[in-house]
């Protein structure tokens, strides 16, 4: 038992943080390979089994890899033309034509604005309700998928042998031309740089002004988009008169390179253990290989590699390859599961916040997978352990109210653990006085939750998000004690109140909505 009693989920809005149309949108996976990075790492597990959840039929080839909103839809695009918005539960929110084909990822950012580019050339800017905000044309056809800066810039390559940097409005910020095509799609460094590949045999690195910092020559184009690790470390790979994965260091130095037998198309995925992923393209495999450039493993498909893999919070690699296969394979490289499509699989997998993988395929559909199961959650019996008493009652606004409660602890074992408590005044609960749950709390019309010093008050209305407490932490609970605080010191928020306390165990794991709470006589507020 990790409960024993809790109050609500609420959240913080934090003024600068994730707001406005500014940086990458705080999703399961807002743009190819999942972040700036392009670690291609999720957080989640992804699916276990390779169970097919549902399927979505486009009118074309799907190469691109999927990208999930804040809000949980899937936005991907095809060779139709058409970039596409597709509810949790696989059925259409919206489409929008371009006229031309589209083997760029979305890319999502933080306003809740979708970015994607199309072989007519064009940098499409749509929201998320499937209106268009703006379009920037480059002299161009796009392989490359967008990066978002976390100042909003959008940054898109060209087959114009240019590389572009869009401020959020659409209008161009800087723009720097190679000796070849940018096929390549830009990763941001934890530096901040912009590191890109060229189809010109080099790899380019860019301040955020558009300045040049460096660029490194390899044998070979490089189609594959680069990934940047925790320390800055560039990893990417190379084509034909190369075949090499490449590390270079942040300021372009060579560190190590591993070859494979043919040309590599594929991205690398980091793993948060150190270990790299990537297609062999036309070697049919699948190589890890350590931060170091050692070989760990490879594991043999029946057909071209261009899908870059990824990897899941337990290391699992998920890619899709030329045999009409998706494979997940363990850590060590034995294969977990494969699944058949109708066709070649060239687009990359992307993990959704529930472990679904979802991945599309050239019989024209995206194919979703179940995730792990989860686990079934077990709400521990609220015993009449803890009473609430409220003096003076009626009160009236920002005066002192002296909560009073005690404990009966003796058939726990929880006397000398430590505790968060949690304190709250609820308007018009749906209960006045009895065991409820985290939901009933949050059915009240107005909440207010104290500050640590136990003197302030902080008051929250409408809908609420993920748990963040004012709290106090009291090691060991004492089995009784009177709190004095200072009631809603709000005027004309006569009526109706009552307090909840809920006693929740350090670092014991998610909150949920029907975990029980205990909650105080009814009292007035005059």
């Not at 472990?355 to 997978?369: A, N």
């Not at 003096?391 to 606004?397: E, I, K, L």
């Not at 975990?515 to 005059?526: A, H």
Request: net charge negative; charged share 15%.
């Amino acid at each position: 038992m990790k409960y024993l009693m809790l109050v609500f989920t609420l959240a913080l809005v934090i003024p600068g943080v994730g707001t406005g149309n500014g940086q990458l949108a705080e999703s399961p996976w807002p743009m190819f390979h999942h972040d700036a990075a392009h670690t291609g790492q999720s957080p989640y597990a992804g699916s276990d089994k390779g169970i097919l959840a549902w399927s979505y039929q486009a009118g074309m080839s799907i190469w691109p890899s999927p990208s999930i909103a804040s809000d949980g839809k899937i936005l991907m695009a095809s060779w139709d033309g058409i970039l596409y918005s597709l509810l949790s539960q696989g059925t259409l929110s919206w489409s929008y034509a371009t006229g031309t084909t589209i083997v760029s990822s979305f890319a999502i950012d933080s306003g809740s604005r979708a970015c994607a580019g199309s072989w007519n050339g064009r940098i499409y800017i749509l929201d998320l309700a499937g209106s268009l905000r703006w379009s920037y044309t480059t002299a161009g056809s796009i392989n490359s998928s967008p990066a978002i800066g976390s100042d909003g810039r959008v940054y898109e390559g060209s087959d114009d042998n240019r590389i572009y940097s869009l401020i959020s409005s659409g209008s161009l910020s800087w723009s720097y031309t190679a000796g070849d095509d940018f096929d390549s799609s830009p990763c941001i460094t934890p530096g901040g740089n912009i590191c890109v590949g060229s189809d010109d045999d080099r790899i380019y690195s860019f301040t955020a002004a558009g300045t040049l910092s460096w660029s490194y020559a390899t044998g070979g184009d490089v189609y594959s988009s680069p990934a940047s690790g925790p320390s800055g470390h560039i990893y990417f790979a190379s084509t034909a008169g190369d075949n090499n994965s490449y590390a270079l260091s942040p300021t372009g130095s060579f560190i190590w390179s591993y070859r494979a037998e043919n040309p590599i198309y594929s991205s690398p995925a980091l793993a948060s253990t150190g270990l790299i992923g990537i297609g062999g393209t036309y070697d049919n495999a699948v190589y890890d290989l350590s931060m170091s450039g050692g070989f760990a493993w490879s594991y043999m498909t029946g057909g071209q590699i261009f899908s870059s893999p990824c990897f899941d919070s337990d290391e699992e690699l998920y890619v899709g390859s030329y045999d009409r296969r998706v494979y997940s394979l363990a850590s060590t490289g034995s294969l977990s599961w494969s699944y058949v499509t109708g066709d070649s699989v060239r687009s990359s997998p992307s993990i959704g916040s529930d472990g679904r993988v979802y991945i599309g395929s050239d019989d024209r559909r995206l194919y979703v997978f179940e995730g792990p199961p989860t686990p079934t959650p077990t709400t521990t019996p609220l015993p009449n352990y803890i009473n609430l008493s409220v003096s003076p009652a009626p009160v009236s606004p920002g005066g002192l109210i002296s909560l009073s409660y005690s404990c009966d602890f003796s058939t726990w074992d929880y006397q000398n653990k430590k505790f968060d408590v949690y304190l709250a005044a609820v308007r018009s609960p749906i209960v006045s006085d009895a065991p409820s749950t985290v939901a009933d709390v949050l059915a009240g019309s107005e909440i207010y939750i104290f500050s640590p010093n136990m003197s302030g008050t902080y008051l929250y209305k409408g809908k609420v998000g993920q748990p963040t407490f004012s709290k106090v932490t009291i090691p060991p609970v004492p089995a009784s004690g009177t709190l004095p605080l200072i009631a809603p010191p709000i005027p004309g928020f006569a009526g109706d109140w009552v307090f909840a306390i809920a006693l929740f165990f350090t670092n014991d794991g998610p909150i949920r909505a029907d975990l029980p709470v205990e909650n105080s006589n009814l009292f007035k507020l005059l």
